[in-house]
């Protein structure tokens, strides 16, 4: 079924939306190594999630299409490079597998579960928020400071979140 779009430029187009996702998406892109080189490589994955969705990219519409509980990257992959798509859910699980979280203090374990957890059931913006630390379930492991103390003080926090997140999407 076709749907209208509005691309890069302004125009009006009609085409179903896995197909104007994967024009849209390869155009920026045109192989997946290159879209997964830059996912890997951005520190915000939201950043490249607003890039192309300024271009035009409908990821509500991705998402009702393709079916909810996808994480952005899996959309874009599964639609515009054919990858089969893993849930947010099932992504998370595969880091508590690898046994991840062994390396850290029991608090900072558990904050970083808790991140785990956050991520599974509202994808990666909830934990680039530089507001995570401050909402439910956070405040019951101490105040922000106090949280990134328990992973030895700010570097070692921002290295943690960098590492969680590319742990999140190996293949």
């Keep these: 079924m076709a749907a209208y779009f509005r691309d890069r430029d302004g125009k009006l187009v009609a085409e179903s939306v896995k197909d104007f996702t994967r024009k849209t998406v390869r155009q920026k892109f045109a192989l997946f190594d290159d879209f997964l080189n830059r996912w890997s ?9 607003r890039e192309l969705e300024e ?7 991705l998402e009702e299409a393709v079916g909810s509980g996808y994480d952005p990257f899996d959309l874009i992959c599964h639609v515009a490079y054919d990858e089969p ?3 947010r859910k099932e992504r998370a699980e595969r880091v508590r597998t690898r046994n991840y979280f062994g390396r850290f203090g029991d608090k900072a374990r558990k904050v970083m ?7 599974a059931d509202q994808g990666i ?6 507001d995570t630390l401050k909402v439910v379930p956070f405040p019951q492991f101490g105040t922000p400071v106090e949280i990134v103390q328990a ?6 926090f921002q290295a943690a979140m960098r590492d969680l997140k590319k742990q999140l999407y190996v293949a």
């Design 41 to 49: 490589e951005a520190e915000q994955k939201q950043a490249i999630i």
């Design 85 to 87: 798509p893993l849930t």
């Design 151 to 156: 992973f030895g003080g700010r570097n070692q």
């Design 125 to 130: 913006e909830s934990i680039e928020s530089p």
């Design 113 to 119: 579960e808790a991140l785990l957890d956050k991520y």
């Design 55 to 61: 271009q035009g990219l409908p990821l509500a519409d």
